[in-house]
């Protein structure tokens, strides 16, 4: 493509993402509510434990007690998405990775496209359709930051499609990278969702052109991700492997009925309805909503009915997603199988496995718009008509499902209380009727959440929203029973002095020792590390260190062996990378 055309095209995708997110940047300056609350939280904790204390931000001290933040599946901070947040603030951050990762998605699915031989203009299809549908809007309007992880999957297609033809170290390395991405930004639930799909699609490919090296490709890849992101599975898989999410099925998460596979396919793909209401918050919707309209369908019902074996893989891997989305609407439910299988049983609702659906049907309108512009002989007019099908596709897209960030920060900010100390807590969080109070649209209660402006406060709120469901054992001011953040059981024994900061507990003491309490909830990974070396153990689920007679200054530090081993098999694993593609650069320079 020229440097012309290209520019061009940047310019008109840049235009069409303003419009789609014209009520992100409307509400530039609020906050959101319900996930967004919680994953805001997240990335200001983590912020602050950079900027404000200068430490790694592995625990997290500001939920329920204290809980591990380097094993949190949704924690963010050695993925791409974090810089933002860190150099410019959480909200301002946020902000921009929506725009940032929309624009990767679209970038991804066009040059996925466009190796499989498709037209410029049928490659902007793909991406707006992919990009514009309403998975990415329903997700994002509604706090699953972790979704912007999937503006990562075309470029791991696109590797696995390189694979076929040809094994090389780059694009092994390549797609690694782009699959360890995906696991940074969206844990190991998109992991588990994208990994099902890519497997369907390499199984088909390897059958289809009767080669074994898809499926190598896929093995090497998601090898090579698991290592380069073990810097994040590792405390994660350390912390569920503690506190097991078991989540029952819930395949219409939030339905007041429950459809069959007609009226799941009709709300999925062409119900305008999903966005055309602010206040309607429905979890059904926003889990099964993929709002693409008419014209993409039946281009991509064009390639399956003229180009069937050609986009076999992109029909069999988009036809099992779909399978799976459809839950027990589907005449066999196959979802429920899946379900069941070791890993999976984490995954609540079937209807997630969308996305891919959605990027099938991208691929084959493309495909489709190929077809329909080769049956018209005149080449001006197919033209004509290809971008005519394009740009009404693309407004159709825009407006529909950008109303669906009406409701994404509709929370003006609110006033709170200068930053104090870290040890205060609230019991619960005082702002969420204050959420609901101020909102521009209805905000759903939602008792644990509110964390965000406490957090602002540098207050930790110990009823707060969970993904994983560790106990809370520590105790606020307000609770009966609360004794201060540091106690002796014993008399004769007295705390002078407690400092928390998120990664360190400084606490100074005096008189006959015994057993020194703390309000912090236990975890394995706090250790000593004063100039006296104390046992640290767990009573009733806090921390506890046995302290010698005499004044003291006791100091524990949260170090899990879980991320520092994480982080050297990461970094081991990419300068081993480095190095094989050094080394294919040289071969290639030399033959």
């Known amino acids: 493509m020229e440097r012309k055309h290209a520019i061009n095209l940047?310019?008109?995708?840049?235009?069409?993402?303003?419009?789609?997110?014209?009520?992100?940047?409307?509400?530039?300056?609020?906050?959101?509510?319900?996930?967004?609350?919680?994953?805001?939280?997240?990335?200001e904790v983590s912020r602050s434990a950079i900027v404000d204390y200068g430490q790694l931000?592995?625990?997290?001290?500001?939920?329920?007690?204290?809980?591990?933040?380097?094993?949190?599946t949704l924690n963010h901070v050695y993925a791409p998405s974090f810089l933002p947040v860190l150099l410019l603030g959480t909200l301002v951050g946020i902000k921009l990775c929506i725009f940032i990762y929309l624009a990767i998605a679209q970038a991804g699915s066009f040059l996925l496209?466009?190796?499989?031989?498709?037209?410029?203009?049928?490659?902007?299809?793909?991406?707006?359709?992919?990009?514009?549908?309403?998975?990415?809007?329903?997700?994002l309007a509604h706090g699953q930051f972790e979704w912007i992880a999937i503006a990562w999957v075309p470029f791991v297609l696109l590797a696995v499609d390189r694979i076929g033809h040809a094994l090389?170290?780059?694009?092994?390395?390549?797609?690694?990278?782009?699959?360890?991405?995906?696991?940074?930004?969206?844990?190991?639930?998109?992991?588990?969702?994208?990994?099902?799909?890519?497997?369907?699609?390499?199984?088909?490919?390897?059958?289809?052109?009767?080669?074994?090296?898809?499926?190598?490709?896929?093995?090497?890849?998601?090898?090579g991700a698991v290592l380069l992101a073990a810097i994040k599975l590792l405390p994660v898989f350390e912390l569920v492997s503690r506190y097991p999410r078991e989540t029952t099925e819930d395949p219409f998460y939030g339905a007041p009925f429950q459809p069959d596979a007609i009226d799941l396919l009709y709300q999925m793909f062409l119900s305008r309805a999903q966005a055309h209401d602010p206040a309607m918050w429905m979890p059904y919707v926003l889990n099964v909503g993929s709002y693409v309209g008419v014209v993409p369908l039946l281009l991509a019902l064009l390639a399956c009915a003229v180009a069937f074996r050609k986009n076999v893989a992109w029909i069999a891997s988009g036809g099992i997603a779909l399978w799976l989305s459809l839950g027990p609407a589907a005449p066999v439910d196959l979802w429920h199988l899946l379900h069941g299988l070791p890993g999976f049983s984490m995954l609540r609702v079937p209807s997630r496995f969308n996305v891919y659906v959605l990027l099938a049907i991208a691929m084959l309108a493309g495909?489709?718009?190929?077809?329909?512009?080769?049956?018209?002989?005149?080449?001006?007019?197919?033209?004509?008509?290809?971008?005519?099908?394009v740009v009404a596709v693309?407004?159709?897209?825009?407006?529909?499902?950008?109303?669906?960030?009406?409701v994404a920060f509709s929370v003006p900010p609110l006033e709170t209380q200068a930053r104090g100390d870290l040890t205060q807590h609230y019991a619960y969080s005082p702002f969420i009727a204050r959420y609901q109070e101020t909102a521009l649209y209805p905000v759903h209660p939602n008792w644990p959440s509110g964390s965000f402006p406490a957090v602002l406060e540098n207050r930790g709120v110990r009823w707060a929203f969970k993904t994983v469901p560790f106990p809370s054992h520590a105790l606020s001011r307000e609770d009966a029973g609360y004794r201060g953040e540091a106690f002796f059981d014993a008399a004769g024994a007295k705390v002078n002095r407690f400092d928390l900061t998120p990664n360190r507990v400084r606490v100074e003491t005096e008189g006959s020792g015994g057993l020194l309490r703390l309000n912090i909830n236990y975890d394995p990974g706090w250790k000593s590390v004063g100039d006296v070396s104390l046992s640290v153990a767990e009573f009733d689920g806090t921390l506890a260190v046995s302290?010698?007679?005499?004044?003291?200054?006791?100091?524990?530090?949260?170090?899990?062996?879980?991320?520092?081993?994480?982080?050297?098999?990461?970094?081991?694993?990419?300068?081993?990378?480095?190095?094989?593609c050094r080394r294919s650069v040289v071969r290639e320079q030399a033959s």
């Open 10 to 43: 940047v310019m008109a995708f840049a235009v069409l993402d303003l419009i789609f997110l014209r009520w992100v940047f409307a509400h530039f300056d609020n906050w959101g509510f319900w996930d967004w609350d919680y994953q805001q939280s997240l990335l």
């Open 57 to 72: 931000p592995l625990w997290n001290a500001y939920f329920g007690g204290g809980v591990s933040l380097a094993g949190n």
């Open 113 to 139: 496209a466009r190796s499989r031989g498709l037209g410029p203009l049928e490659a902007m299809l793909t991406a707006i359709v992919f990009s514009l549908g309403a998975v990415y809007a329903h997700k």
């Open 168 to 223: 090389s170290a780059r694009t092994l390395c390549g797609g690694s990278i782009f699959f360890a991405l995906i696991i940074l930004d969206g844990g190991p639930y998109q992991f588990a969702l994208f990994g099902v799909f890519l497997g369907i699609y390499v199984l088909v490919q390897a059958i289809d052109e009767r080669s074994a090296k898809p499926l190598a490709g896929f093995a090497a890849i998601g090898t």
């Open 367 to 389: 495909a489709g718009l190929q077809i329909l512009r080769s049956k018209i002989t005149n080449e001006k007019h197919a033209q004509l008509a290809c971008v005519a099908i």
């Open 394 to 406: 693309a407004a159709n897209l825009a407006f529909v499902n950008g109303d669906i960030f009406k």
């Open 547 to 580: 302290i010698p007679e005499g004044a003291q200054e006791v100091v524990l530090a949260y170090r899990p062996t879980s991320f520092y081993a994480g982080a050297v098999v990461s970094f081991v694993t990419l300068l081993a990378f480095a190095v094989a």
